[in-house]
Every structure is written in C-alpha cells, then in structure tokens.
T-cell receptor, first 110, second 114 residues
C-alpha cells in the first residue's frame, strides 16, 4: 500500500507570497493528483500528472518520479487560495482508486 | 454539463437505522468511486466500479457496508445497521478510464449517526 506524506500540515502566509506544498510517496505510481477542498467541502481536481511539470494560471505542479516527490506551487498568493490542498496517487496501471495524503491547510491573510 | 450528483447532501439518523447514499456519475464515465472523509483518517477509498462491476472493495470497513451499481448512471452505498463511528462525509467520484483523466467529485453527503 502506498504511503502518501504531505508537508507542511498547516501553512499561514501573507497575500502575495510564493507558496510551496510538498508531497512524497513510497511506491511507484501511475499518476499523482493535486486536489483542492474549500471550506464548503467540495473537492476539485487541480492537476493530474505522471511526469514533468504542469501550469494553470498561478498554480504550478511538478513531479520527480525518481525521487517519488511532487510539489505544488502558488505564485502571488491570494486570500481566495485559502483551502485544503490534498495530494493523491494512483498506484495501479489504470484508473484505480486514489490513496490520499492528509492534506495541507493553507490560509492566506490579506 | 452536470457534474457528479450525490444525494442526500446531509443525513442525520439514529444508530441502528439503515442509511442509503446515492450517486449519479457523469454521463459516459465508466469508473465510479466511493470515498469516505473523517477528521481522524482523512480521505479513504471504500470501493470502486468499472463498467458497473465492483473491482476493489478492500476499503469497505465491514459487512455493514454494501455498494451496488445496477446501471451506468446510478450507484448506492448502504450502511445497515448504522453506528456513530460511521459519521463522516461520503464522496462519490467518476472518471473515464482510458482517457487518463482526473476524477470528478460530487459535493459529498455529510452523514451524522446519533
């Protein structure tokens, strides 16, 4: 069973700061996902990646398969980025169920 | 486009009662997943289906939990009898397997067992 570790667990920053959230996993994967969960509870997929780097707006996700590590970066952070960010992995060869990290609770203060 | 639809959004019931959670996946998606989220354990996979067939139910806690997918547009997760420790948010998600797409989550059902 894959073990997914995230750091930090909690992060408070000022508006405009560059944010980095880290994720490591123990066993080879087919894909890694970054999810966002707002206080209302809904979960939204931000990225799904199996190699390299992806960018969407102010969000950037990178993965290093050899080191079993991924990072999520937020540039020019804004209070609306406040949410829980969850790293998850597919361990099987196809669309199998996700194994999740415990999440990073991010608060961006104005 | 309609997303994954779950019902009810909230359910409060007494211990021992039967609880049925419902999920309608996105049309055309061939994979459906049930997850549970608690403060202590975070998000966990309970069971998932491919083309209406259960593939992995190793995450189902015990025999009190059962899940069915009678057709491509509907799935249920049933708890009978319910216990206070079943209180959690239950999410349904769906995806298209062969297109290497992310999973789309429903809004969840917040279940409280008194």
């Amino acid at each position: 069973k894959n073990e997914v570790e995230q750091s930090p667990q909690n992060l408070t920053a000022q508006e405009g700061e560059f944010i980095t959230i880290n994720c490591s996993y123990s066993v080879g994967i087919s894909a890694l996902h970054w999810l966002q969960q707002h206080p209302g509870g809904g979960i939204v997929s931000l990225f799904m990646l199996s190699s390299g780097k992806k960018k969407h707006g102010r969000l950037i996700a990178t993965i290093n398969i050899q080191e079993k590590h991924s990072s999520l970066h937020i540039t020019a952070s804004h209070p609306r980025d406040s949410a829980v960010y969850i790293c998850a992995v597919n361990s099987g060869g196809g669309a199998d169920g996700l194994t999740f990290g415990k999440g990073t609770h991010l608060i961006i203060q104005p | 486009d309609a997303g994954v639809i779950q019902s009810p959004r909230h359910e409060v019931t007494e211990m021992g009662q039967e609880v049925t959670l419902r999920c309608k996946p996105i049309s055309g998606h061939d994979y459906l997943f049930w997850y549970r989220q608690t403060m202590m354990r975070g998000l966990e996979l309970l069971i998932y289906f491919n083309n209406n067939v259960p593939i992995d139910d190793s995450g189902m806690p015990e025999d009190r939990f059962s899940a069915k997918m009678p057709n491509a547009s509907f799935s249920t997760l049933k708890i009978q009898p319910s216990e206070p420790r079943d209180s959690a948010v239950y999410f349904c998600a769906s995806t298209v397997g062969h297109l290497n797409q992310p999973q789309h989550f429903g809004d969840g059902t917040r279940l409280s067992i008194l």
